[in-house]
């Protein structure tokens, strides 16, 4: 695989570590199956390319893109801890609403941003390549991301966000308002996943209708691999494992698509995945199993 190749995939895998973080912060703090981040993150590119191709900054485009995913998680929340809706079957409708709502904000199934100025172009140096650069500013996006969320859940309020999704009954009763908690997890965790859709968009060249179909099962993909890689109790090893599940599980993509002798194509990556995420859930049983033996001998 070639250098360009790695750097690719180190590129997109960094990305969906910000998907993967947020996956993490609803599907095991929370424990609130979200659907929410397959229209999130389309939503964070949506509204990230139409506001860099109407001229205004790129910056503040991510930023509203983030805002933009925040929203759609808390209304996610508030249908589930309001109106009463079933966590995962509030998520559905949200991510169904998601899909005509991004289609309102682009105006057509696609925004192209070839021409355009992204965040990567304002502040990529001068002589150096492009895809050398993205990966490198990744690294320090995803690195200040994970330190917030480490630095947040271990605050009071963040600790009572933990407790909610561990215990909410417990929580309840030591007097934390779980309704109010799951309202800012769920936003929180789409926060994330929207900022994914508007980094993404920049660095693939616009934004498409179709670009969040999968986000959850890749993002649950890199929660798993990353778990099966670096098995964790402390949330500051959680949010690193899963980071590095991301990367390389986008490495085991990419690789298995570049392995000529395999016979791969682009139309088989959804059965890539689906093997993959087999693999690593079947991974801690075959690990349990061949300790076992180790002991009886």
């Not at 800012?184 to 660095?203: D, E, H, R, Y």
Request: glycine share 10%.
């Amino acid at each position: 695989m070639s250098l360009f190749s790695l750097l690719g995939a180190l590129e997109i895998g960094l990305i969906f570590g910000l998907v993967a973080l947020g996956v993490l912060i609803s599907f095991r703090l929370l424990r609130f199956p979200d659907l929410t981040v397959d229209g999130s993150f389309p939503l964070g590119g949506a509204v990230a390319a139409t506001l860099i191709a109407a001229g205004y900054d790129p910056f503040f485009a991510t930023l509203a893109a983030t805002g933009a995913g925040a929203v759609a998680g808390m209304i996610t929340g508030w249908l589930n801890v309001r109106l009463k809706i079933m966590d995962l079957l509030a998520s559905i409708l949200m991510m169904i609403a998601l899909y005509s709502i991004n289609l309102r904000i682009m105006g057509r199934p696609n925004v192209p941003l070839i021409m355009e100025p992204t965040m990567f172009s304002i502040l990529q140096p001068a002589g150096m390549s492009d895809y050398v650069f993205r990966p490198l500013l990744l690294v320090v996006v995803v690195i200040a991301a994970k330190l917030l969320l480490d630095w947040f859940f271990s605050t009071q309020t963040g600790l009572a966000m933990r407790a909610t999704g561990s215990n909410p009954r417990m929580a309840r009763a030591q007097g934390v308002a779980t309704g109010a908690m799951v309202l800012a997890g769920m936003a929180i965790s789409n926060a994330l996943v929207g900022l994914a859709g508007a980094l993404f968009a920049q660095t693939q060249g616009g934004a498409d209708i179709s670009m969040g179909i999968g986000t959850i099962v890749i993002g649950l993909a890199a929660v798993i691999v990353g778990e099966s890689i670096l098995p964790a109790r402390k949330l500051v090893w959680a949010t690193l494992a899963v980071i590095i599940g991301a990367i390389a599980y986008r490495f085991f993509i990419a690789l298995a698509l570049n392995s000529d002798f395999i016979g791969l194509q682009a139309q088989d990556l959804n059965l890539v995945t689906a093997l993959l995420v087999t693999f690593a859930l079947v991974l801690p049983l075959i690990k349990r199993r061949f300790a076992a033996k180790r002991k009886k001998h």
